[in-house]
């Protein structure tokens, strides 16, 4: 699944602030950890002792980029048949559970159905590396994101203590992501809900679990229950630069855009705040978008256009799939 690097890199996929405030080295890190949650050093050393080096991962995080695939490549490795289908099959499956996350959350089934379509092809694609290990050879071998992942992995430490998880079962992505949704341990921790009430957050095998806590990240990022996500929209081509080159956040109002030179002819109000969104439709040849503060939260889940742009087009598919087959 190469493709899957790429979101990787782009955020680690879901995450919040790492707690670290520096890179350690790993006897600082138990000394340090051991001394701020009151934990055993014995028991914080011991178990690093039994995490494993992956020179596997070091391999897939060093490895060049490369160029990043043009929207009308990368859009069709997620909007396929199969993927649609599965999300009717998954939604049909759960539907109650997406009507209450929905009523509760505010955010739409088939948002949260596309999400953990992309991410885990409802549980087909979740890893198979230990966790322990992966966040213990990027925190500690990997120096160009070791602050990130050593926060990851105090999280980590903090999650199984909290939960009563065995650190040493656990298993996701080589980067430390978890679960259908995949969480990174920090997000675990501040997004992660107990959806169905039975004392436990799990978002590995409780399909609403995990449903409550993708519903649940997007609420905390800002969804806006029943406004637009994005909408097709034109540009003048000497103004796209300047459009391009403004803060990506939506908390610019449409009036002003316009007078910047989006050619917008939408529904939507003068006052409504938006950015501009560029995708390569085919071989030199743009589309752009408006952006509102619902398609800035699919960003925040992977801060990537093409990303948000497949999760957004995947959950119109599966919904107008899912309304199809309900009235046959």
């Known amino acids: 699944m190469r493709y899957f690097f790429g979101f990787l890199i782009s955020c680690c996929l879901l995450y919040t602030a790492p ?19 009151g934990w055993s050093e014995q028991w914080v050393r011991d178990l690093l002792q039994q995490a494993k080096k992956r020179d596997s991962i ?57 999400i953990i379509g992309v991410e885990t092809f409802y549980g087909r694609v979740m890893g198979s590396t230990r966790i322990l290990d992966a966040l213990y050879t990027l925190g500690f071998y990997y120096p ?5 992942f050593q926060g990851e992995l105090e999280d980590f430490l903090l999650m199984v203590q909290e939960e009563g998880f065995d650190p040493l079962t ?35 095998s409780n399909t609403k679990d995990a449903i409550g806590s993708v519903a649940n990240y997007f609420k905390q990022h800002g969804w806006q229950n029943g406004q637009s996500v994005l909408e097709a929209t034109q540009v003048r081509p000497d103004a796209v630069e300047a459009l391009l080159a403004l803060e990506y956040k939506p908390q610019y109002p449409l009036s002003q855009l316009k007078r910047q030179g989006l050619i917008y002819q939408g529904k939507q109000p003068d006052h409504m705040q938006g950015l501009l969104v560029d995708l390569e439709v085919a071989p030199q040849q743009m589309g ?20 948000a742009m497949a999760v957004y087009q995947l959950a119109q598919e599966i919904a107008s799939a899912y309304q199809a087959a309900a009235v046959k």
């Open 144 to 148: 160009r994101r070791a602050e990130f």
């Open 58 to 114: 070091l391999k897939t995080m060093s490895r060049p980029a490369g160029k990043a695939k043009p929207w009308y490549d990368y859009r069709g490795i997620f909007l396929t048949k199969d993927r649609i289908q599965a999300g009717v099959s998954f939604w049909q499956k759960n539907a109650a559970t997406l009507q209450q996350a929905e009523r509760q959350y505010g955010v739409p089934a088939e948002f949260i159905v596309a």
């Open 19 to 37: 707690t670290v405030a520096a890179v350690l080295t790993e006897t600082q890190f138990i000394t340090q950890k051991a001394q701020q949650y």
């Open 170 to 204: 656990m298993q996701g992505s080589y980067a430390g992501a978890m679960g259908l949704g995949q969480f990174m341990p920090s997000s675990y921790r501040a997004y992660a809900v107990d959806f169905d009430g039975d004392g436990h957050r799990n978002i590995w």
């Open 288 to 307: 752009y978008w408006v952006g509102f503060q619902n398609f800035y939260v699919i960003t925040r889940y992977n801060r990537s256009n093409r990303y």
